[in-house]
């Protein structure tokens, strides 16, 4: 009986996943040491974590956009298993596509008001491009589990209801990726500092869904 009741308990009052949470900040260093004023684009994830997911993700609708022959927004986070939505809002056709191992993917030409979705199933950083436009550029990070956020504009950030225990602590940024380990006490983990030196990036350029370089056409995309 007193086993019972004990499970019991266990079950209503001592919730599976945590209730801890990892705050901290993300610095960009720029050349010269200069700390960049507004952060956008930096996801914080945390790296080994097997517990039940503590967010259920499902209802939510992941989506990435061909707008101005751009893709809005140009990042985007899933968990594995999780699909996006490729909607094209311009006047003229796109081709959405990635060679990325392990999510490769071709929608094929669409047209104007057409949407394409695509499964991402396994976990990694998915470059997703233009078939026809070369300057469109885009990211998927697939994830093993659902404890990520975005990094806020002034460099917060807060992993809500992370099960206690030792993880690696990641930032993925277009520009810069670190990590380091993280202790996450009953009482979670504060004033975590993550420094990015994205002095040293260079924008790189990439070929076709052939794996060939992009054909210019009468000097214009
Ligand atoms: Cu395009």
């Known amino acids: ?44 994830y945390v790296d080994g974590v097997e517990a039940t997911p503590a967010r259920d993700l499902s209802a939510r609708k992941v989506t990435i956009s061909s707008r101005d022959k751009a893709f809005t927004p140009r990042v985007q986070a899933v968990t594995v298993g999780e699909s996006v939505t490729f909607p094209n809002l311009d006047d003229i056709m796109h081709n959405v596509f990635s060679l990325s191992k392990g999510n490769r ?17 396994n976990p990694g950083l998915v470059r997703v491009y233009c078939n026809i436009h ?3 550029s885009a990211f998927v990070q697939v994830l093993p ?19 206690p225990g030792q993880y690696t602590l990641k930032v993925w940024h277009e520009e810069a990726q670190t990590s380091q380990p993280v202790v996450v006490s009953e009482g979670g983990a504060s004033g975590v500092l993550l420094k990015l030196d ?24």
């Open 1 to 44: 009986m007193t086993r019972f009741v004990l499970s019991i308990a266990t079950v209503f009052f001592f919730p599976l996943e945590g209730s801890a949470q990892i705050s901290g900040s993300v610095a960009l260093v720029e050349k010269g040491g200069v700390v960049r004023k507004v952060v956008e684009g930096a996801l914080v």
């Open 198 to 221: 994205v002095s040293q990036y260079k924008k790189r350029s990439h070929l076709n869904k052939f794996g060939k370089p992009y054909k210019r056409k009468r000097g214009k995309y």
């Open 134 to 136: 070369p300057h469109m």
């Open 145 to 163: 589990n659902p404890y990520f956020t975005w990094v806020q504009p002034d460099g917060g950030f807060n992993i809500a209801r992370v099960p």
């Open 105 to 121: 993917f071709d929608l094929g030409l669409y047209k104007s008001g057409a949407k394409k979705d695509f499964v991402f199933e």
